[in-house]
């Protein structure tokens, strides 16, 4: 294929592959925990860590990795000791990391705008091999938790006061999904852009879950339908000259409805027949059928 000919596109490919996996992968847990928008703030957040490594001359994925860390440590913090004000806090914590950013950036020698845009939206022909080399240490260090982890990690995030009381360390599972996410958002940004990312997270998972409600099936499906979506995004974009990050998330935002209109009458005819199987059953009780099976005296 001609597009394997360039080096920047087999890293592109490479790190959309990565992309596909680590999204859903967290995104699952996410979902589970009613946390959908986390990944957007993290990735808000993550934007002073890239305006730090350019004013510092340092690699801009690594400090976006540190930020973002940190900033996902908070927010779990806060989520633990907030109270009233707990939103607000966050509110000032997506808003501060997205204005340092740009103040940084801006700041930093030869800075501009075009930098920015490549973080926020995705940018195949800035991807390099250091970037590269990141992500794969970074998505590795995902899919060993978010795999690994599986049974805990779903455990608190299904119910936080029975997976305390069965002895499960609930707190450090909880800052271990923030960092992951965070991780995860900064694994991501080269491809899907900072602003996106949160959509990689959360609809591939919301897609797969209009076939199956099964952990296991959803997790793969869901994995299945992020490395289809960041690969034909990729692909798309590289020949129609389109921004990789937004038509990642519109394929994935098709896929969502191609499986739910897919998924609707499928799940009609499971309610019917387990309505069905519900009658038949009550039919096959004793005294179920009314006066006529009632012992008479």
């Known amino acids: 294929m001609e597009i394997l000919n360039y080096a920047f596109m087999q ?33 808000h957040v993550a934007m002073t860590g890239v305006g730090l490594g350019f004013l510092l001359s340092t690699s801009p994925v ?26 607000i806090a966050l509110a000032m914590l997506f808003y501060g990391g997205m204005a340092g950013g740009v103040m940084f950036i801006n700041l930093a020698p030869g800075g501009s705008n075009a ?34 982890l599986r049974r805990q990690l779903f455990a608190v995030s299904q119910d936080e006061e029975f997976a305390r ?39 591939p998972v919301a897609a797969a879950q209009q076939l199956t409600r099964g952990f296991a099936a959803t997790f793969a499906i869901a994995v299945a339908i992020g490395v289809g979506v960041t690969l034909g995004g990729t692909v798309t974009s590289y020949y129609q000259d389109v921004p990789p990050g937004a038509t990642i998330v519109l394929l994935t935002i098709g896929v969502f409805v191609v499986l739910t209109v897919l998924a609707t009458p499928l799940a009609r005819r499971r309610a019917r027949a387990l309505a069905r199987g519900g009658a038949a059953c009550t039919a096959d009780v004793p005294g179920a059928r009314g006066t006529s099976d009632e012992v008479k005296v």
């Not at 490919?13 to 967290?26: E, K, M, N, Y």
């Not at 990795?65 to 989520?79: D, H, K, N, Q, S």
């Open 11 to 43: 890293r592109a490919l490479l790190a959309a592959v990565l992309v596909g996996i680590t999204a859903p992968a967290v995104g699952i847990y996410l979902v589970q925990r009613r946390q959908a928008l986390m990944g957007d703030g993290i990735g």
């Open 115 to 148: 930098n920015l845009s490549s973080y926020l939206f995705g940018s195949l022909s800035t991807v390099s091999e250091d970037d590269v080399a990141a992500i794969c240490l970074l998505a590795a260090f995902v899919v060993l938790v978010t795999v690994g």
């Open 62 to 87: 690594w400090m976006a990795t540190a930020v973002a860390v940190a900033g996902a440590v908070i927010m779990e913090l806060i989520r633990w000791y907030g109270r009233t004000r707990g939103d």
């Open 165 to 203: 009381v069965t002895g499960l360390p609930v707190r450090v599972l909880n800052l271990l999904t923030a960092v992951t996410a965070a991780i995860t958002v900064t694994v991501a940004m080269r491809v899907v852009g900072l602003l996106l990312v949160s959509a990689l997270m959360v609809v």
